[in-house]
């Protein structure tokens, strides 16, 4: 079979339904999506919120928020290591993504700081959330099944034609070198007079994950991306027509993967600033405050780093007690002035937690310890010896490690990575509590290298006439740190209407 379009992209997810509908706003009669999936919406249902800069969002609640700021605070943390251009473009099109949005009809309600410190932290991470009258609060929500929603609403709305269950195999390639289409499953030929993709993340696909994490550490790292579509089909059909492999970032969430795997409860104990973190040698590695300072994804690189790509989480008893009575080391997150501290959840409610009221989490923190300690990835132990032998360290060098922190908290100064005051918090009391720490990933970010007009380029940087990128696949605008909270949803979006927005122009021309 074979069917004429003006433009067809392939993948239904953030970026290529976004594409889609702007494609049909700006006047492109014949717009057609291939998803290989039954359904549309990929990893943006799992997607919690999304960054945006000087918003309308902000401008309800009198929020100013300068663009050219967090550029330069972004490029600071990517160390130039990205496409500038591509980053400022994308930056400054953050606040047109919510309108765009609220023209379609999903509103969001408050922007966050996520579970950081607001003082250190911009409100930039989007949410959307439903009011609790009985509490007299927001509680925020997840985006993903409401953004996904509203984009396939809309699609249906502008008459977007959408064939599901229909792979993408190769690009049509004319003589003159300019992609002409798409041959599909079925077997089916897509001739079109440009193509967008909009295939997602590598995650899944072991042969390109080996390609650009090169190295055996990487064996034991959990993605939590590898999911059926993240195959990087759009990066393989275009370097059979000369496109290039770029940089591919990570989203690291170490040192704890997310719910169902773990408990995010135990999760909530390891990532805040007060235990202290040691390698597989036994050694103090890190400032364990990072995570509320400014850009705090720094400490998720540095697990990374480390041997084995692990860490090990020392908690004492006195710690579990005073997280379990107290919200001492549960600061509660704010977020427009809504006082937030709700128990810690993420994709859905571990089955410790099920049918049970959520405001007495605490109250079965001893369960969750006892989940992961069954998992074999947690020990209870009567002694820092103890604790040596389940990292496999010298008991010498944990107890000097250990003795050295907490000369450092009783004397309020950390002269060895500088964690602030308020975070030293001595391990002293038995029992103690360690729990081994991957280098958790998200998602890979990235593999097809782009220029700052969605155009997919060849290894002279030419772009190739025709053929363009969005979302998660694309490299240039990410490297390995992760410095606002939604970025990637952010770009999704952002890409996939100015894919949309290049690709017209090209027709027209």
């Not at 008459?159 to 089916?188: F, M, Q």
């Not at 290039?244 to 390891?270: D, Q, W």
């Not at 006892?370 to 010498?396: H, Y």
């Amino acid at each position: 079979m074979e069917k004429t379009v003006d433009i067809c992209i392939v993948g239904a997810s953030g970026a290529g339904m976004s594409a889609a509908i702007v494609a049909k706003q700006l006047g492109i009669e014949r717009v057609l999506v291939l998803e290989k999936m039954s359904s549309v919406g990929g990893c943006m249902k799992m997607s919690a919120g999304m960054m945006g800069i000087d918003t309308p969002v902000h401008h309800r609640f009198g929020i100013k928020m300068d663009v050219d700021q967090a550029f330069n605070d972004l490029m600071t943390v990517l160390n130039w290591h990205c496409d500038a251009k591509l980053v400022r473009k994308w930056l400054n099109g953050t606040s047109e993504n919510f309108r765009w949005l609220e023209d379609l009809g999903l509103k969001y309600d408050f922007v966050a700081t996520e579970s950081a410190d607001i003082t250190r932290f911009r409100n930039t991470h989007h949410r959307l959330g439903k009011w609790n009258a009985e509490k007299q609060q927001w509680e925020m929500i997840p985006q993903g099944p409401h953004i996904t929603k509203c984009l396939k609403d809309n699609c249906e709305t502008y008459g977007v034609e959408i064939w599901l269950n229909t792979r993408a195999r190769h690009l049509i390639k004319a003589e003159d070198g300019s992609i002409v289409g798409v041959e599909a499953d079925g077997p089916e030929i897509i001739r079109a007079k440009a193509v967008i993709l909009a295939t997602g993340s590598i995650s899944s696909n072991k042969e390109l994950v080996q390609r650009f994490y090169q190295g055996t550490e990487y064996e034991n790292v959990h993605i939590m991306a590898q999911v059926p579509h993240n195959t990087g089909d759009g990066l393989l059909m275009a370097e059979e027509v000369g496109g290039v492999e770029g940089a591919v970032g990570t989203l690291f969430i170490g040192p704890h993967n997310h719910f169902p795997r773990a408990s995010e409860t135990v999760g909530m104990l390891m990532r805040r600033p007060h235990p202290i973190k040691v390698n597989k040698l036994g050694e103090r590695f890190v400032n364990e405050g990072l995570p509320f300072e400014e850009f705090g994804w720094m400490q998720c690189a540095n697990v990374d780093m480390q041997p084995g790509k692990v860490c090990y989480i020392l908690m004492d008893q006195r710690y579990i007690d005073t997280v379990k009575t107290t919200d001492a080391y549960l600061p509660p997150r704010i977020d427009n002035g809504c006082m937030l501290n709700q128990p810690p959840t993420m994709f859905g409610t571990h089955p410790i937690d099920q049918g049970k009221d959520p405001d007495t989490w605490r109250e079965r923190i001893d369960e969750h310890i006892q989940f992961e300690v069954e998992r074999g990835i947690m020990q209870v132990c009567q002694t820092l010896e103890e604790v040596a032998a389940f990292i496999g360290c010298p008991a010498e060098t944990l107890k000097e490690t250990v003795e050295h922190y907490n000369d450092s908290c009783h004397r309020g100064y950390d002269e060895e990575f500088l964690k602030r005051k308020e975070f030293l918090f001595p391990v002293e009391n038995a029992p103690y509590y360690v729990i081994r720490g991957e280098s958790g990933i998200d998602t890979c970010l990235g593999g097809l290298k782009i220029n700052n007009h969605q155009q997919v380029v060849d290894k002279n940087g030419d772009s190739i006439p025709g053929l363009y990128a969005a979302g998660v696949m694309c490299s240039g605008w990410f490297n390995n740190l992760y410095a606002f909270f939604g970025s990637e949803m952010s770009f999704v979006l952002y890409s996939g209407r100015e894919a949309a927005a290049e690709a017209a122009k090209y027709i027209a021309e």
